[in-house]
Every structure is written in structure tokens, then in C-alpha cells.
């Protein structure tokens, strides 16, 4: 199978070049290929947690060699959308990665005059924090978040991860929310804005169906299904809509 040569590459982590806290084969020889010939690309990643220079340090533990203009997270794509919005005040549910990544913006202490409630991942989240988003929400506020996953793959096993957050308050608010990170063609489309290439010249790189390959298709570019993390050969099967090519590793990508 000849597997077309693009200009930019959207590529995603967790099962793609490596999995939980192992490293996954031919990660890094793809890496050191892009790097070596000059090749465009960004890892892109749902995790708002981290800043991208958080996430280029995790990567050395893989041995991938690669700097934080390379990574682009849901939480960068999420200060892009609100920029665009022309929103000034947010209510910010989240951690450190989160709300760095925003500090231009007022963060506001309540719901008072906010324009936007912004709920990334928060591994302190209490009770009082969903009350004053809801409150927020039901004044008028943008509910918005970071990213959809429902789970979070960690060395024990998964956990609750950003989706259930988010669905509390739409529930509670009767408000559907507005998701940046993937599947949704907002992300896609802020991080192919960073550069000046046509879609037929950008691929998404990824493992799991549902977000990954979504993403690229919700983003009208071609897609590369890697057969090493969460989405089999036998699953694609039964997709309606099939990537533009699926490969049992990243090495079939180092020409």
C-alpha cells in the first residue's frame, strides 16, 4: 500500500506514540523522520491539564525529541475560540494547564458578569465550583468545554475524565455545551490555522476511531488509522466511515 506524503501532520498521543506509560514502537523513529526532513507537525491532544511545554517535557520519557511549538492542546484551541467569541470574562472549572493557558482572560471568583463558563478537567472539583458554573450558565454564560472524553486512561486503570463534568451542568442547566477538543472541527480548524498548507495537504494521525479519526473526517482531511492503541482492524470494520488508510505501525510513515 502507497501512503501519500504530507505537509502536515496532526498527530495524536495516548495509543499513537505511546501507551499509558509505555512507549510504543517505530514513535520515535516516526518523530526523528519529521524532524530530520523538516516536516510540519503538531501533537494534537485533548489533556488540558498541560501546557504544550509540560507535554514536550512527558515526551522525553519516550525518547521523542520535540518542543512545545510542536503540541497543541484543547486548552489552546479553546483560548482561540473564545478570542474569536471576543469574550472577556470567563468562570474557569480546571486545573493549572487550563487556566495558564487562559490568564489573559479575567477569571472570574463567581458568576458575575461572565461571558463564558470554561470546564477542562479538574481533579479537585467540588460542589461549590458546579454550583457557581450553574449559576453562571443560567445567567446567560457560554457553557464550554475543553474536550468530551468520558474516560481517562491512567497507570491503575480509567477514570472519570471531562465529559461527565460537562454533562452534570448541561443537565443541570438544561444547556447543551459547546466542545472544542476532538472529535470536534473546532480544534481541527484552529490548528490547521496555524499554518498556510490546503486540507488535501494535512492528514490526522491517530488510534482511536471516535476522537481521532472523527476529528479528521468532521475536519474534511485524510486520515491515517494506526492499529496500536484503542480502535482495531476488526472495529473499522464496522465504521461507516472509513479512514484513508489504516497501518499496523508508524514505521509504514518513515519513507
Same mark, same amino acid.
Given at each position: 500500500?502507497?501512503?501519500? @506524503?504530507?505537509?502536515?501532520?496532526?498527530?495524536?498521543?495516548? #495509543?499513537?506514540?505511546?501507551?499509558?506509560?509505555?512507549?510504543?514502537?517505530?514513535?520515535?523513529?516516526?518523530?526523528?523522520? =519529521? !524532524?530530520?526532513?523538516?516536516?510540519?507537525? =503538531?501533537?494534537?491532544?485533548? !489533556?488540558?491539564?498541560? @501546557?504544550?511545554?509540560?507535554?514536550?517535557?512527558?515526551?522525553? *520519557?519516550?525518547?521523542?525529541?520535540?518542543?512545545?511549538?510542536?503540541?497543541?492542546?484543547?486548552?489552546?484551541?479553546?483560548?482561540?475560540?473564545?478570542?474569536?467569541? #471576543?469574550?472577556?470574562?470567563?468562570?474557569?472549572? #480546571?486545573?493549572?494547564?487550563?487556566?495558564?493557558?487562559?490568564?489573559?482572560?479575567?477569571?472570574?471568583?463567581?458568576?458575575?458578569?461572565?461571558?463564558?463558563?470554561?470546564?477542562?478537567?479538574?481533579?479537585?472539583?467540588?460542589?461549590?465550583?458546579?454550583?457557581?458554573?450553574?449559576?453562571?450558565?443560567?445567567?446567560?454564560?457560554?457553557?464550554?468545554?475543553? !474536550? $468530551?472524553?468520558?474516560?481517562?486512561?491512567?497507570?491503575?486503570?480509567?477514570?472519570?475524565?471531562?465529559?461527565? @463534568?460537562?454533562?452534570?451542568?448541561?443537565?443541570?442547566?438544561?444547556? $447543551?455545551?459547546?466542545?472544542? #477538543? *476532538? $472529535?470536534?472541527?473546532? /480544534?481541527?480548524?484552529?490548528?490547521?490555522?496555524?499554518?498556510?498548507?490546503?486540507?488535501?495537504?494535512?492528514?490526522?494521525?491517530?488510534?482511536?476511531?471516535?476522537?481521532?479519526?472523527?476529528?479528521?473526517?468532521?475536519?474534511?482531511?485524510?486520515?491515517?488509522?494506526? @492499529?496500536?492503541?484503542?480502535?482495531?482492524?476488526?472495529?473499522?470494520?464496522?465504521?461507516?466511515? *472509513? $479512514?484513508?488508510?489504516? /497501518?499496523? !505501525? =508508524?514505521?509504514?510513515?518513515? *519513507?
Amino acid at each position: 500500500m502507497s501512503i501519500k @506524503q504530507y505537509k502536515l501532520y496532526l498527530i495524536d498521543l495516548d #495509543g499513537t506514540i505511546y501507551n499509558g506509560d509505555k512507549k510504543i514502537k517505530y514513535a520515535k523513529e516516526f518523530v526523528d523522520y =519529521l !524532524n530530520t526532513n523538516n516536516i510540519d507537525y =503538531l501533537f494534537l491532544t485533548n !489533556n488540558s491539564t498541560r @501546557q504544550p511545554k509540560d507535554v514536550a517535557e512527558h515526551l522525553k *520519557k519516550f525518547d521523542i525529541e520535540t518542543s512545545e511549538e510542536h503540541v497543541f492542546t484543547s486548552s489552546d484551541a479553546t483560548k482561540i475560540y473564545l478570542e474569536g467569541k #471576543g469574550y472577556k470574562n470567563l468562570y474557569v472549572i #480546571g486545573e493549572a494547564g487550563l487556566k495558564n493557558t487562559l490568564n489573559s482572560f479575567t477569571q472570574r471568583e463567581n458568576e458575575e458578569d461572565v461571558d463564558a463558563v470554561v470546564v477542562g478537567l479538574d481533579r479537585q472539583l467540588t460542589y461549590d465550583k458546579l454550583a457557581t458554573a450553574a449559576k453562571a450558565v443560567l445567567n446567560g454564560a457560554e457553557l464550554i468545554g475543553t !474536550n $468530551p472524553d468520558a474516560l481517562l486512561p491512567t497507570a491503575n486503570g480509567f477514570v472519570p475524565s471531562n465529559g461527565g @463534568q460537562v454533562k452534570y451542568l448541561e443537565y443541570a442547566t438544561s444547556t $447543551p455545551a459547546t466542545f472544542i #477538543g *476532538k $472529535p470536534s472541527k473546532i /480544534i481541527m480548524e484552529s490548528a490547521m490555522n496555524l499554518f498556510s498548507y490546503s486540507k488535501d495537504e494535512i492528514v490526522m494521525v491517530g488510534d482511536n476511531y471516535d476522537t481521532d479519526i472523527m476529528s479528521g473526517i468532521n475536519g474534511s482531511i485524510d486520515t491515517i488509522h494506526v @492499529q496500536t492503541g484503542v480502535t482495531s482492524l476488526e472495529d473499522l470494520e464496522t465504521k461507516e466511515h *472509513k $479512514p484513508t488508510y489504516s /497501518i499496523k !505501525n =508508524l514505521f509504514e510513515l518513515v *519513507k
